[in-house]
């Protein structure tokens, strides 16, 4: 039995990974201060008698004896993290250094939840973990991205000044269950649009693309990074390569949901990325991993939860 500290272990992610390292007859304690998180996510594991729920800012340092730390902490839907882009910093940036002298200290592994975003508007598609991206330094979304990228520095440098034991995952556009019903993401605003009835929001003209990822293959690619020997460090790329335009999505669901919801289009938020894929020869070669939930599949569990709520 591993004892393991998860940061935003109240998130949508975070509540997915604690579970599943529970179920894995792990010791784990959640750590979250419940900006985006809620404990909805995780009450029906309140019971279970080894997670430990703790409310803590990973801003200010956290002392506590763990064999790993898996680092999520972090707003990450854009509405989110803009709401307040220094406190969005500060959680990358200190949470970061915080998280990482306590694994100095203890001897920890630890793992950081990167995001495509480091690779900004990408001019190389897909994109290969050896792209250094073209990143607004001082835009809206600057916040998070170069938040994200200071974090891996970090990351870099405990384990090259310190020998800290890293992991550095760059997650592509997940969703699933869980996620807010406000979270403001592509995925959960166009099924609650449906639910409800309201028109679909597709900002811009709708040909930008993502490529979504559904949270169970992520938590297994996250766990199979953070089991890798300690000469891996990443960063490796953890997405669903299926590209689709945010219009096909709005279709999908329009089409699955059965709705009368109709399209209306909203400006595109600036530094918006135009499209994004990944390349996942790196986790297929080392984490032996490829995700196995295709769009269809992960949005029909998706929109089942969430019929459940609205
Ligand atoms: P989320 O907002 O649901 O979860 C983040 C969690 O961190 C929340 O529970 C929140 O309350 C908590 N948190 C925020 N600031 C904190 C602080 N200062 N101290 C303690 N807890 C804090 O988002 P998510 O989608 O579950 O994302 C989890 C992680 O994965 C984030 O680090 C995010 O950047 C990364 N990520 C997610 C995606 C995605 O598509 N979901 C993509 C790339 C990267
Ligand atoms: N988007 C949209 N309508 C929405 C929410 C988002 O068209 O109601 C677009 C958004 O502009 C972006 C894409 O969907 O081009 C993915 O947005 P999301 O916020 O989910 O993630 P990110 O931009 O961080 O990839």
Not at 46 to 58: A, S
Not at 59 to 67: Q, R, W
Not at 253 to 260: D, N
Request: proline share 5%; glycine share 8%; hydrophobic share 35%.
């Amino acid at each position: 039995m591993k004892k393991i500290l998860v940061t935003g272990g109240a998130g949508f992610i975070g509540s997915h990974l604690v579970e599943r390292l529970l179920n894995e007859g792990n010791e784990v304690i959640a750590l979250d201060n419940y900006f985006t998180g809620q404990k909805s996510n995780i009450v029906h594991l309140l019971n279970h008698p080894y997670l430990e729920v703790v409310r803590h800012d990973v801003t200010t340092p956290f002392y506590v004896e763990v064999d790993e730390i898996y680092n999520l902490a972090c707003p990450a839907s854009p509405v989110h993290y803009q709401y307040n882009p220094i406190k969005t910093i500060k959680t990358s940036v200190m949470g970061a250094i915080n998280m990482l002298g306590l694994a100095k200290r203890i001897n920890a592994k630890i793992l950081q939840a990167s995001t495509s975003e480091i690779y900004g508007d990408p001019k190389i598609h897909p994109q290969v973990e050896s792209y250094w991206g073209n990143v607004n330094p001082i835009g809206i979304r600057s916040c998070y991205d170069e938040g994200k990228r200071c974090a891996e520095t970090l990351f870099m440098d405990y384990h090259r000044q310190n020998n800290v034991r890293t992991k550095i995952v760059r997650i592509f556009n997940t969703y699933g269950p869980r996620m807010f019903m406000n979270d403001g993401r592509v995925v959960s605003n166009f099924i609650v649009q449906a639910l409800k009835g309201e028109n679909i929001t597709i900002y811009g003209d709708g040909r930008q693309t993502r490529s979504f990822q559904y949270v169970d293959d992520l938590v297994e690619g996250i766990i199979r990074a953070m089991a890798t020997t300690d000469d891996f460090i990443g960063p490796v790329n953890l997405g669903n390569p299926n590209e689709f335009t945010i219009n096909e999505l709005a279709e999908k669901v329009i089409a699955m949901t059965g709705t009368s919801s109709k399209i209306v289009y909203r400006p595109l938020p600036s530094d918006d990325p135009a499209q994004r894929k990944p390349d996942i020869t790196l986790a297929s070669s080392k984490l032996d991993w490829t995700p196995v939930v295709q769009l269809e599949e992960g949005l029909e569990k998706t929109i089942a939860y969430f019929r459940s709520i609205v």
